[in-house]
Structures are given as C-alpha cells and as structure tokens.
T-cell receptor
C-alpha cells in the first residue's frame, strides 16, 4: 500500500523553531508538498520538493531526502498565526498521478 | 484572478438522499480534484478530472461519482447518503499538478 506518516500533534513556543516530519512509502515518487490549513479554512500550498535538499521560503523551509523517503517542514520564528494543521503530500508516480495526503499534524503554539 | 469556488457551502441531508456539489476551478486550470476530509483522517482523495475525463480515482464506493464540463467546472454526486458521508468536501484545481489550489469546501451533514 501507499502511506504517509506524520505526527498527529506538535507543540512549540512562540518565537521558537519547530520541525514537522513526514515519511512516505509509495510505489513511486515524483515530489513532496506541504500544505497549511487553519481551522475552518481550506488547505493552502506552502512548498514543493522534487529533488533532495532544502527549499526556503521566508520563515518556512522544506527538506527532502529521496533515499530515506523522508521530508520535513521547518517553521522558524513561530508566530501565533502559525497555529494550524500541516499536511505533507506525495505525488507517487508521474506528475499526472493522484496526490496522496498525510493525515496532518496539528501545530499548537504557546505564548 | 478569482480562486476556486464551491457551492453550496453548507448542506444538510438525510440518509438515503442524494447530493450534488459543484466546483468552479481557477480560470485556465483544467485539472479538478475532489477530497473528503473528516477529523483524524486527513484528506482522502476521491477523484480527479482533467479535460472532462476522469484521470484518477480513489478508493470510494460507486455511490460517489463526478463529472467535469467543457468549461472545467466539476460536479460531485453522492447517492444513497449514509451517516458516515458527513464530512467537508474539498475541491482543488491545478495547472501543472504539483500545486493544488483548494476551494473553501462544502460541509455536508447527513442526519
């Protein structure tokens, strides 16, 4: 089968750094994406990694290791507005294949 | 450019009824995907349409069906509703496959 594993919840302090991990087991791999979803809102795209390494976009960075079937989302200088659920998603085959989402990580931020 | 729109936003039905949900993608996007979201289960892929053809399908019973029109608008139909169909149904459109743009969702409650 195909599966993505990510922690169900993570708690961090405002101003700190937090890392949300994602491991995947899929029949193929095209790329790893991250989405953010606030309560009552729709998921919004954060980042995409197709190659190994780190992609940085402002306070958010995403990392991919294809050999380890592993990636993570790094959030720096945490703000209260970053409290949300974060989903990793894998395109398992070619770019036209369906995207598989993890169950999401709920990020709690303490003042 | 207008985002993805979904109608209706909220819906209450009773068991055994059927329902049709509508999604209008971002202009120029030919791919439309549908997801079911329930607490603790993340985003479950239902199906994807591209240029009026179903390109991918998730593991849902045949009661769930969809279609796409020539203007890329898509509809999703659920027949013989069950209590377990209560969920947030999200539609997402994409241009190149890797980045999905989500609509606000339709909250379906089955009584």
């Amino acid at each position: 089968g195909q599966s993505l594993e990510q922690p169900s919840e993570v708690t961090a302090v405002e101003g700190a750094i937090v890392q949300i991990n994602c491991t995947y087991q899929t029949s193929g791999f095209y790329g790893l994406s991250w989405y953010q979803q606030h309560d009552g809102g729709a998921p919004t795209f954060l980042s995409y990694n197709a190659l190994d390494g780190l992609e940085e976009t402002g306070r958010f960075s995403s990392f991919l290791s294809r050999s380890d079937s592993y990636g993570y989302l790094l959030l720096q200088e945490l703000q209260m507005k970053d409290s949300a659920s974060y989903f990793c998603a894998v395109s398992p085959g070619n770019r036209d294949d369906k995207i598989i989402f993890g169950k999401g990580t709920r990020l709690h931020i303490l003042p | 450019k207008a985002g993805v729109t979904q109608t209706p936003r909220y819906l209450i039905k009773t068991r055994g009824q059927q329902v049709t949900l509508s999604c209008s993608p971002i202009s120029g996007h030919r791919s439309v995907s549908w997801y079911q979201q329930t607490p603790g289960q993340g985003l479950q892929f239902l199906f994807e349409y591209f240029s009026e053809t179903q390109r991918n399908k998730g593991n849902f019973p045949g009661r769930f069906s969809g279609r796409q029109f020539s203007n890329s608008r898509s509809e999703m139909n659920v027949s013989t509703l069950e209590l377990g169909d209560s969920a947030l149904y999200l539609c997402a459109s994409s241009l190149a496959g890797s980045e999905q743009f989500f609509g606000p969702g339709t909250r379906l409650t089955v009584l």
